[in-house]
């Protein structure tokens, strides 16, 4: 199996533009977490999401953030409008009804 | 609210045994799970504790006790390969919601 897929791994982007991150986790698994790891704050887990379904996104935040999951493949969290204060590694992991989590290689943002 | 705590940095020696604690409140406990992350890279599962006692895989144990809201992990016969951040994690309500604690760095010496 290919693993936890992220695109793009590095992002550089200007304060005040939108950006959109990608994951596609491990084919069969019905669980998608997306989390933000900082030093000061550490690995905060954002959304996540059951069978596509948003269950909850109570780490999200502030409304600049969205997170979309539209098939089982394929999920979004795009950031709008972005600060430098958003500089993070973002990951994606999944599973299948199981305690272990498979994280992505994570996406290393930079908002100056 | 949630809290967990595990000590920030940790030395050790090659071949030494090193044990990183972790000590959590929470609602809704269903286990805790440890997390091993390399610089640079992402986090890899390795044990989850539901039950209290301890569980074995290969060099790596972990423990948990649920009346004192404790465990720990042990590493045995440390390698300069595990060299690493280890992370306790609470499962913390339904649906493997993961609440993660600060990390652990441990660094193994020659």
């Known amino acids: 199996d290919a693993g936890v897929i992220q695109s793009p791994r590095h992002e550089v982007t200007e304060m005040g533009q939108e950006v959109t991150l990608r994951c596609k986790p491990i084919s069969g698994h019905d669980y998608l977490f997306w989390y933000r790891q900082t030093m000061m704050r550490g690995l905060e887990l954002l959304i996540y999401f059951n069978n596509n379904v948003p269950i909850d996104d109570s780490g999200m935040p502030e409304d600049r953030f969205s997170a979309k999951m539209p098939n089982a493949s394929f999920s979004t969290l795009k950031i709008q409008p972005s600060e430098p204060r958003d500089s993070a590694v973002y990951f994606c992991a999944s599973t299948k009804d199981s305690y272990e989590q498979y994280f992505g290689p994570g996406t290393r943002l930079t908002v100056t | 609210g949630q809290s967990l705590e595990q000590p920030s940095e940790v030395t050790a020696v090659e071949g030494a045994i090193v044990q990183i604690n972790c000590t959590y409140q929470t609602s809704g406990f269903y286990g805790l799970s440890w997390y091993q992350q390399h610089d640079g890279g992402a986090p890899t599962f390795l044990s989850y504790?539901?039950?209290?006692g301890l569980e074995e895989t290969g060099r790596f144990s972990s423990f948990l006790s649920r009346s004192d809201s404790y465990g720990y992990l042990l590493l045995q016969e440390l390698q300069m390969k595990d060299s690493a951040s280890y992370f306790c994690?609470?499962?913390?309500?339904?649906?493997?919601?993961?609440?993660f604690g600060a990390g652990t760095r441990l660094a193994v010496h020659p």
């Open positions: 504790n539901a039950l209290d």
């Open positions: 994690a609470v499962v913390s309500g339904g649906y493997n919601k993961l609440i």
